[in-house]
């Protein structure tokens, strides 16, 4: 059964930082492309970030382009999402996902001051 776990939000000023994590199982971790996807309330699903399994490749949107960094450790099966310079319109259900497939529950990071 494919798991991913999200971990690390919660609530922080505007120009702060955070760090989410998100821990898989239930698959071959390192031979997949994997994402980071977020929701604000009232919107739709919004990418943000994508490294892929091969070279370890990212690609951002550009709303976050420059402040967050997607990274992944897979001998631990553990994908990381760097956030700075947080900003109140990062608020947002921020997700794990599997490029194309499952997604994890989500956990909620809250910019505000």
């Known amino acids: 059964e494919v798991q991913l776990v999200e971990s690390g939000g919660g609530l922080v000023q505007p120009g702060g930082s955070l760090r989410l994590s998100c821990a898989t199982s239930?698959?071959?971790?390192?031979?997949?492309?994997m994402s980071w996807v977020r929701q604000a309330p009232g919107k739709g699903p919004e990418w943000v970030s994508s490294?892929?399994?091969?070279?370890?490749?990212?690609t951002y949107a550009e709303s976050v382009k420059g402040r967050f960094t997607i990274s992944r450790d897979n001998a631990k099966n553990m994908l990381y999402l760097q956030m700075n310079s947080l900003k109140p319109e990062d608020t947002a259900v921020y997700y794990c996902?599997?490029?194309?497939?499952?997604w994890g529950q989500g956990t909620q990071v809250t910019v505000s001051s």
């Open positions: 239930g698959f071959i971790f390192r031979s997949y492309d």
């Open positions: 490294i892929d399994s091969d070279f370890g490749s990212t």
């Open positions: 996902a599997i490029l194309g497939g499952d």
